[in-house]
Nanobody
Framework: VQLQASGGGLVKAGDSLRLSCAASGRTFSGYALGWFRQAPGKEREFVSAISWSGSSSYYTDSVKGRFTISRDSAKNTLFLQMNSLKPEDTAVYYC????????????????WGQGTLVTVSS
């Protein structure tokens, strides 16, 4: 089972990026998918998650209105559209899968991608 995150890069404040996470090795039917991030020297934090159907999603307060999570279940792919990026969004972004819908706790996510680095300059 693999989750492969991609799409990170170096951007300026106010720019946009779209992260992708491709799942392989199994189908994530029934699993919620989420994004976490970890800034240098800080703990990993929850960013957003989306239900299996894609009909429900939730976000941490700091990204509401700027980030949009989506998924293409047919292609087993997760996305995170990040707009109006800020320097404080700089982090390694990880995709993950959980059977526990509603969870914001990293320990409740069973499968993890390797992370993609997003750097936002001021």
């Amino acid at each position: 089972v693999q989750l492969q995150a991609s799409g990170g890069g170096l951007v300026k404040a106010g720019d946009s990026l779209r992260l992708s996470c491709a799942a392989s090795g199994r189908t994530f039917s029934g699993y919620a998918l989420g994004w976490f991030r970890q800034a240098p020297g800080k703990e990993r934090e929850f960013v957003s998650a989306i239900s299996w159907s894609g009909s429900s999603s939730y976000y941490t307060d700091s990204v509401k209105g700027r980030f949009t999570i989506s998924r293409d279940s047919a292609k087993n792919t997760l996305f995170l559209q990040m707009n109006s990026l800020k320097p404080e969004d700089t982090a390694v972004y990880y995709c993950a899968a959980t059977i526990n819908w509603g969870s914001r706790n990293s320990f409740e996510y069973d499968y993890w991608g390797q992370g993609t680095l997003v750097t936002v300059s001021s």
